[in-house]
């Protein structure tokens, strides 16, 4: 009996450890995975951030083009709308080294083990019968035995 209890208690004992390490291994996943998220969650944001400030820098280009054109002042020549061009162009160039940030460190995702195709499955179709050719002519017995009993 003792023997029995001991065994049962090493097993135990055992399982629990196991249990304790699954545990520990799958805390460090989820870690990992939250780390991995919260990178991305920011990247995001400063997408979004970057498209909001680009928006803005827009805004303010049209509306000062419409002032000197209601002016009747040429836009090229005005040195506030080549300053707003050209910091709209290097918001661009932040945004698409961003996006391609996304690309580069993603690592891809793995295609799920495709399953092997079974041979599709045979029908099991009945023998043909066989028939003699239509060319030969029936006996006169049948066809009057035939001829009374569709008139009965």
Do not use: C, W
Not at 82 to 94: H, P, R, S
């Amino acid at each position: 009996m003792a023997g029995l209890f001991d065994k049962i208690k090493k097993d135990l004992k055992k399982g629990v450890e196991e249990g304790i390490a699954v545990v520990k291994e799958g805390a460090s996943a989820v870690s990992a995975k939250m780390g991995e998220l919260t990178a991305e969650g920011k990247r995001q944001y400063k997408m979004f951030d970057l498209r909001a400030k680009i928006q803005n820098q827009m805004t303010e280009l049209g509306g000062r083009a419409y002032d000197l054109l209601d002016n009747k002042k040429s836009p090229a020549a005005d040195s506030k709308i080549k300053a707003a061009f050209v910091k709209i162009k290097n918001l661009e160039k932040q945004l698409r080294k961003l996006e391609g940030e996304k690309e580069t460190t993603a690592p891809p995702k793995k295609k799920p083990a495709a399953k092997a195709k079974a041979a599709p499955k045979k029908t099991a179709r009945p023998a043909a019968k066989k028939t003699t050719p239509k060319t030969a002519k029936k006996s006169p017995a049948k066809s009057k035995a035939s001829a009374t009993a569709k008139k009965k």
